[in-house]
């Protein structure tokens, strides 16, 4: 095993009591201000992400209009203030703001304070801290976590049951970053107040009113995102975890595709799917995801985390063909044209030991909504894949894995051209692991057209049932260790318990060639 970095020195209830206190030191700061309705408050939590040489987003939202007021520093008291950023919070977003801190110290803790001021007149609202760790310039270990699927299946917030219980258990790990695969809410499945659990027992949720109707407006898509807020366990994970976000389908509706996804509302003058178009403000509004400038509103990014890594976020939905893996001419597509061109560009110019994609969807995992379709050589969606995996190997890039979520189980998967129909590629890693709090599934059936062994899965049985609650134990996340001085990437598999199901080691390779110098971005 690689081994682990050390633990921070600071606890999570060290952090909690100084956030808390915060709040007190607010209020004697301005001591003429004592009724809490005139000062504006955080609505939900506070989040960071797509933390990135130097670089990071700041998220909140308030209960009001009210301008967001961050400073930074590197130390918890915040005796030096390394940067102080606003930013107005405004009905047009939900009264929600992000804002970029940049020019930050590599390989650091950073601690951020957050509070929203009222514009008209200026009085402060409560302080809230928070914190991550810039991606560092030198050969520092790094450790992260990937899942997905979070309140799914109308399995939401049971706070007799703990809440959202995996949050806590990956706080624990202590990680640097977080990769969220997607379905960060179930736009298309309702919270009912009360679920029946297989042992009789009642799974009771806690409800909202935007969380009873299927999403359709802007309004019910921004309230999925609120309700998350709900719960203590999801607060205190992002306020110390930074979160690099993607979508899949739910954030939308179940395996939408844009051909396929729409409803009375009608469509867009560019012949989006207005439900889809409100479905994407929402996630901008809610994620900490950075500002791409001309390209806004695009999910698909790099995000370079020192010389060790590089993290290629992709879309699987926003591109693809159509709804369904299916069609009389055996021609399909999941990334499109732009979003391939530009992963293979990218890849080739990474200078990175390891190259991360991290996907909404797994590639071998037999699928209509996804790429693979069974055993046989390349067809449809899978020749994209295909054509990305041939055009690695000739560039000489190695070190590639893929992480996911989406099946609602946690798997391994080692891909081998040996055992393959198509065979012009290098081996490869794929890691599966969800969901945070969703229902459970058994595993899924792979293909041998990319060659995929399952070098281990895990899911709930078959005398269970499909759908099985949180409250089983079988809620999934991974995690990622690299080691700085060896480059050695330890990959484990982990349950809501934080118990160690499954772990592999795997050695750098050098590169085959020089990378490509990309041209663009």
């Not at 650091?108 to 509070?115: K, T």
């Not at 799974?203 to 802007?218: D, F, I, P, Q, Y």
């Not at 207005?274 to 500002?291: G, H, K, S």
């Not at 969901?435 to 895990?458: I, K, Q, S």
Request: hydrophobic residues 40%; contains cysteine.
């Amino acid at each position: 095993m690689a081994t682990h970095r050390a633990s921070r020195a600071w606890t999570r209830r060290q952090f909690l009591v100084r956030s808390t206190s915060s709040l007190a030191i607010a209020s004697l700061a301005k001591p003429g201000i004592s009724r809490a309705a005139d000062r504006p408050q955080i609505a939900g939590g506070i989040q960071s992400g797509d933390i990135s040489d130097g670089s990071a987003v700041i998220w909140a939202r308030a209960d009001r209009p009210a301008r967001m007021q961050v400073e930074c520093s590197t130390v918890e008291s915040f005796k030096t203030i390394i940067a102080s950023v606003s930013r107005d919070a405004l009905p047009d977003t939900d009264f929600t703001a992000k804002l970029l801190l940049d020019d930050l110290p590599p390989g650091q803790d950073i601690f951020y304070r957050v509070r929203f001021d009222d514009i008209a007149t200026g009085i402060a609202g409560e302080s809230r801290i928070g914190h991550f760790r810039t991606a560092p310039a030198a050969g520092q270990s790094i450790s992260f976590l990937w899942s997905g699927d979070v309140a799914g299946q109308g399995w939401g917030i049971d706070i007799s049951r703990g809440g959202y219980r995996s949050y806590r258990t990956m706080l624990d790990n202590r990680p640097d970053f977080f990769i969220h695969s997607g379905d960060h809410i179930y736009a298309d499945c309702t919270i009912p107040s009360e679920q029946k659990l297989p042992n009789g027992e009642i799974w009771r949720n806690v409800v909202t009113e935007e969380k009873s109707e299927v999403a359709h407006t802007l309004a019910q898509f921004r309230g999925n995102y609120k309700y998350n807020h709900l719960d203590a366990h999801f607060r205190a994970f992002h306020a110390e975890v930074p979160m690099f976000a993607q979508w899949d389908d739910h954030e939308v509706t179940n395996d939408w595709s844009p051909k396929g996804s729409y409803d009375e509302a009608g469509f867009e003058d560019d012949g989006t799917p207005r439900l889809v178009a409100r479905a994407r403000r929402a996630f901008f509004d809610f994620m900490p995801i950075r500002d791409l400038g001309p390209r806004q509103g695009r999910v698909y990014r790099k995000i370079a985390y020192g010389p060790l890594l590089d993290v290629f976020m992709i879309d699987m939905r926003s591109y693809r063909d159509d709804t369904w893996n299916k069609g009389g001419d055996h021609r399909g597509w999941i990334l499109g044209a732009q979003q391939l061109a530009w992963l293979k560009r990218e890849l080739a110019a990474s200078q990175a030991t390891w190259k991360v994609i991290a996907a909404d969807l797994p590639i071998g995992l037999i699928s209509l909504d996804a790429v693979a379709l069974g055993d046989g050589p390349p067809d449809r969606r899978e020749h994209e894949i295909a054509d990305l995996l041939g055009s690695i190997k000739r560039a000489g890039v190695r070190n590639i894995v893929w992480l996911t979520a989406d099946m609602h189980y946690t798997a391994a998967h080692y891909y081998d051209p040996n055992k393959a129909q198509f065979q012009d590629f290098e081996p490869f890693w794929e890691f599966v692991s969800g969901p945070l709090h969703a229902g459970t599934w058994g595993p899924g059936e792979l293909d041998n057209t990319f060659g995929p062994v399952a070098m281990y899965r895990n899911g709930c049985s078959e005398a269970q049932g499909e759908n099985l609650a949180p409250c089983f134990g079988l809620q999934f996340f991974g995690r990622v260790d690299i080691d700085g001085v060896s480059g050695v990437m330890t990959v484990t598999l982990k349950d809501v318990d934080n118990r160690d199901l499954w772990s592999v080691d795997i050695m750098p390779q050098p590169q085959a060639r020089p990378a490509v110098v990309a041209q663009h971005s």
